[in-house]
């Protein structure tokens, strides 16, 4: 069955340095790959999301990056601020023709002034 | 620009009690979603309306009952809570369910249900 992982446990890093997220998954050929960004209290918001043919996307201090061979992708912040620190999901189309995004349980990154 | 409204932010239920939560959007979208997020679990669809006049499962719909009112409207009902259902739950709407292009999905603030 498909399964997307990320890591559970917090990422703690300091203010400026680059925040990278870990998103894997198997048993799937997905078309494309989101990632979203989750406040406490708060629903996810569209961030980035990445075509199977685009290796890389960057909007702002963020930087995707989507390898189809090892089925991962890393999400990159760059000049992390403490405003960045939340929770991030990355989410895939659900094969067998939905295309409903299944999301992953998502990581959480405190970035430290 | 509202974006997706759900209602209640907050209910505590007895066990074997109804209700009702109530989703609208604002941006003309095809589909709608109900989700569930417990913490360890990450986020579950449990039932989604691709179009209106449609209505489908997701991976967790025991327990719940869902109606698409139009095309702004999607609510879900919980018809005799049980303990299990305490999680946070998020409508969400997107421009067209099922396209392999890409679906971006717009989340409304959640719901909070406590069952006792």
């Known amino acids: 069955s498909q399964k997307i992982e990320q890591n559970s446990e917090a990422l703690n890093i300091q203010e400026g340095k680059t925040a990278t997220l870990t998103c894997n998954y198997t048993?799937?050929?997905?078309?494309?790959l989101q990632w979203y960004r989750q406040d406490p209290g708060r629903g996810p918001v569209f961030l980035l999301l990445?075509?199977?043919?685009?290796k890389e996307k960057r909007k702002e201090r963020l930087k995707v990056t989507f390898d189809t061979t090892l089925k991962q992708s890393l999400f990159h912040i760059t000049a992390s601020q403490p405003a960045d620190s939340a929770t991030y999901l990355c989410a895939l189309p659900t094969s067998g023709g939905s295309y409903i995004p299944t999301f992953g349980r998502g990581t959480s990154l405190i970035v430290h002034p | 620009n509202a974006g997706v409204t759900q209602t209640p932010k907050f209910q505590v239920l007895k066990t074997g009690q109804s209700m009702t939560l109530q989703c609208a959007q604002d941006m003309n979208h095809n589909s709608m979603y109900w989700y569930r997020q417990d913490p360890g679990m990450g986020l579950r669809l449990i039932y989604y309306s691709a179009s209106e006049g449609t209505t489908d499962k997701g991976e967790v719909p025991n327990g719940y009952n869902v109606s698409r009112l139009n095309k702004r409207e999607f609510s879900l009902r919980l018809e005799s809570a049980a303990p299990s259902q305490t999680s946070v739950y998020f409508c969400a709407s997107s421009e067209s369910g099922r396209t392999a292009s890409g679906n971006t999905i717009y989340f409304g603030e959640g719901s909070w249900l406590t069952v006792v």
């Open positions: 990445i075509r199977e043919n685009e």
């Open positions: 048993n799937y050929s997905p078309a494309y």
